[in-house]
């Protein structure tokens, strides 16, 4: 059971109550905080952006008001409070995940009383002077509580070794345990297990891969668009493929019938494709050329003789 705070999982507007005594019931003692984040009390410097706490930071405005009794109190968030995903007009989101912790913050710099010399003592200081003490070690009580310790009936305590300097655990064997803490030459030399939604840049795969998502089909056959395929049925398939088109006319777009000597492919536009034809039916023009045996008369008909190699439609 705590000593010095109070926790709220069920939101119910905007007060909440807690049955703790402090030195003052105010923003100075009593402190709120949703899910880690602090409300501003009007007292102590924040971070703005992170809500934390931080000497560098400013004092920012109250967003709550304290009132109580030695049995307790309540603290009521302001509805001009907004806060995503924390506050909305004042009333919190609060869940298991996402705790209002109200809790006392007694000071402990200086004393809450100061007695002199000859001075008349008051029940009301004594009890002051004593409640803050009192507070105080109630509250060390708590954050004691909720510190890391070591188990003094674990007779290898000392096996786990604390280093103030750079704050590291160290000494700590394999974890045997789901709720076991991991050593770093545990965690660099694990298996990875299932992995989901990670980004991997760069990542080096070696020797194979294998899964729902890796296929080996020799005929592509899913036609997937978020698969990948094998080397083997890659080289398979376009295997299969050349073996069925390795001739011309087995290309889509040529159609040969009896082909004869000399014949050539001339594209027809009626039926849209490459058909064989005789060079007159290709409309090909012919040279016709005789041997005068004269070498000059020879050279100047084969310079002056256009060759047609390319069939027109």
Known sequence: MALSYQEHTTANGTAYAYSFDAVSHDTTNIKVTIGGKHLFDGVRKYNTGTR????????QSAEYTVSGTSSGGTITILTSVNITGIVSSGVPTLSTSQVMRISRLTNRTTAEVSFSSDSVLTDTDLNTSA???????????????????????DTTQFNVQIS????????????????????????????????????????????????TAILDEDDMNSD???????????????????????????????TITSAGDNEVLAYDNSTSKFINQTPTEAGLATITHSDTGDATTEANALSNSIVFSIALG
């Open 52 to 59: 934390l706490p931080d000497d560098t930071g400013s004092v």
């Open 131 to 153: 409640n803050q003490a009192r507070f105080l070690s109630l509250e060390a009580v708590d954050r004691a509580d909720e510190s890391i310790s070591l188990d003094a009936n």
């Open 164 to 211: 103030g300097v750079d704050k590291r655990i160290f000494g700590v064997a394999n974890p045997t345990n789901s709720n076991d803490v991991a050593n770093k030459n545990y965690v660099d030399t694990a298996s990875l297990g299932t992995l989901t939604g990670p980004t991997i840049t760069s990542p080096v795969l070696n020797t194979s891969v294998s899964g």
């Open 224 to 254: 997937s668009n978020t698969k990948l395929a094998t080397q083997q049925s890659i080289k398979a398939y376009v295997a299969t493929q050349i073996a069925t088109v390795n001739e011309i006319n087995e290309l889509l777009d040529v």
